[in-house]
């Protein structure tokens, strides 16, 4: 396994079009998170799941953005009618346990998404 | 108050000196602490886990967690042109999840 994949890693979208996201996490990693940077920032929450259970979605994002982990494996991240705004870099990350030790996480290359 | 707090910099060290990275955050109850080196327009790394109070070395690096003051720090030293990036300090906490700084941009001044 060779790690954290994301696809795409960039994405040019006009604004109002819809957008999908995939993330293959590290094998056997029952937790995965997504998070949103942009420049100067560090990575901000957006949602998270426990194998294939969705556990929070921050409260800043909006009803445009969904995600999904069916079976507790791969993951998407959709955003419906993109805005300038959504531009940004998203980052998927898998963590091997949750509580105690062992919760660090692993990002991917993240999906840089340029909305015009 | 933010949960994870970082001095944006830049910090700027000399090459072969010692970096010293700052970061403070608010739920006492939080149990693991991570660095991350960000390299610009790259996807976070991890460079240090620590869970106990004291300090763990790796390398160059060395990081120190005092719960009691809510506050973890990463050492670098014999700094390089190549430690220069972003840092960010990361926490997980009582809500479930891993929370990240704004991270502190290092120089390395050759």
């Known amino acids: 396994d060779t790690g954290v994949s994301q696809d795409p890693r960039h994405k040019i979208t006009k604004r109002g079009q819809n957008v999908t996201f995939r993330c293959d996490p590290i094998?056997?990693?029952?937790?995965l998170y997504w998070y949103r940077q942009t420049l100067g920032q560090g990575p901000e929450f957006l949602t998270y799941?426990?194998?294939?259970?969705?556990?929070?979605k921050s409260r800043l994002l909006s009803n445009r953005f969904s995600a999904e982990r069916p079976k507790g494996s791969f993951s998407t991240l959709e955003i419906q009618r993109t805005e300038q705004g959504d531009s940004a870099m998203y980052l998927c990350a898998s963590s091997p346990r949750a509580g105690g030790r062992n919760t660090e996480a692993f990002f991917g290359q993240g999906t840089r998404l340029t909305v015009v | 108050q933010k949960e994870v707090e970082q001095n944006s910099g830049p910090l700027s060290v000399p090459e072969g000196a010692i970096a010293s990275l700052n970061c403070t955050y608010s739920d006492r109850v939080s149990q693991s602490f991570f660095w991350y080196r960000q390299y610009s327009g790259k996807s976070p790394e991890l460079i240090m886990s620590?869970?106990?109070?004291g300090d763990k070395e790796d390398g160059r690096f060395t990081a120190q967690l005092n719960k009691a003051s809510q506050y973890v720090s990463l050492l670098i030293r014999d700094s390089q042109p190549s430690d220069s990036a972003t840092y960010l300090c990361a926490v997980y906490g009582r809500d479930d999840k891993i929370i990240f700084g704004k991270g502190t941009r290092l120089h390395i001044l050759p």
């Open positions: 799941f426990q194998n294939e259970a969705q556990l929070e």
């Open positions: 620590i869970y106990s109070n």
């Open positions: 094998s056997e990693h029952n937790r």
